[in-house]
């Protein structure tokens, strides 16, 4: 089955931009969605199909996706960016959706 | 505005069943594909199942497969996850979700509930 990788926790500074990344096979052949999720919220959609903004969501949220790694970018990071953050795709191959373990941002 | 708002959730003991609701509103739910993606306690987000708008074209995650069985009622706009078989591993809170219009394969979640907690024990 396919795997999406995401490293555990980050940390940056308010106002600095924050990369995550989620790593998986030729993922840049998919098209990767980003969410936030808040503690004791629903997840938010924030990116889809690799690089697009749902309405309502700033234009600090930004993707990319090639060769095995898609990026979420978060720039000029607020206190209220602070979250989990999760990618995930369709595996066409399987007929399964899947998401990344998921990557803790602490604002410092 | 767009509104999920599951039901049926509690506290079953292993081997039990359950049926999950979702009850839409807010927009044309006949028109969306729809999902369940679930979340054990303090771990990340899973996939469990997802339907096609006319409910022909049906998913299920492994771990589900053969327990778990997904309908909808497009008359009534609701969702529903008919749980059978459950184990301590299924204990999670449940959210159902809206596929997204907008995304090419209509497989980003643009709305969700608010979810509601299964929890497996005896």
């Known amino acids: 089955s396919y795997v999406l990788t995401q490293p555990p926790s980050m940390s940056v500074a308010p106002g600095q931009t924050a990369r995550i990344t989620c790593g998986g096979k030729?993922?840049?052949?998919?098209?990767v969605h980003w969410y936030q999720q808040k503690p004791g919220q629903a997840p938010v959609l924030v990116v889809y199909?690799?690089?697009d903004r749902p309405s309502g969501i700033p234009e600090r949220f930004s993707g990319s996706n090639s060769g095995n790694t898609a990026t979420l970018t978060i720039s000029r990071v607020e206190a209220g960016d602070e979250a989990d953050y999760y990618c995930?795709?369709?595996?066409?191959?399987?007929?399964?959706?899947?998401f990344g373990g998921g990557a803790k941002l602490t604002v410092l | 505005q767009v509104q999920l708002v599951e039901s049926g959730g509690g506290l079953v003991k292993p081997g039990g069943s359950l049926r999950l609701s979702c009850a839409a509103s807010g927009f044309t739910f006949s028109d969306y594909y729809m999902s369940w993606i679930r979340q054990a306690p303090g771990k990340g987000l899973q996939w469990v199942s997802y339907?096609?708008?006319?409910?022909?074209?049906?998913y299920y995650a492994d771990s589900v497969k053969g327990r778990f069985t997904i309908s909808r009622d497009n008359a009534q706009n609701s969702l529903y996850l008919q749980m059978n078989s459950l184990r301590a591993e299924d204990t999670a809170v449940y959210y159902c979700?809206?596929?997204?219009?907008?995304?090419?394969?209509?497989?980003?979640?643009?709305?969700w509930g608010q979810g509601t907690l299964v929890t497996v024990s005896s």
């Open positions: 199909d690799d690089s």
């Open positions: 995930q795709v369709w595996d066409s191959s399987s007929d399964h959706g899947v």
């Open positions: 979700a809206r596929a997204s219009l907008d995304s090419r394969g209509y497989d980003a979640f643009d709305y």
């Open positions: 030729n993922i840049g052949r998919k098209t």
């Open positions: 339907i096609y708008s006319s409910g022909g074209t049906i």
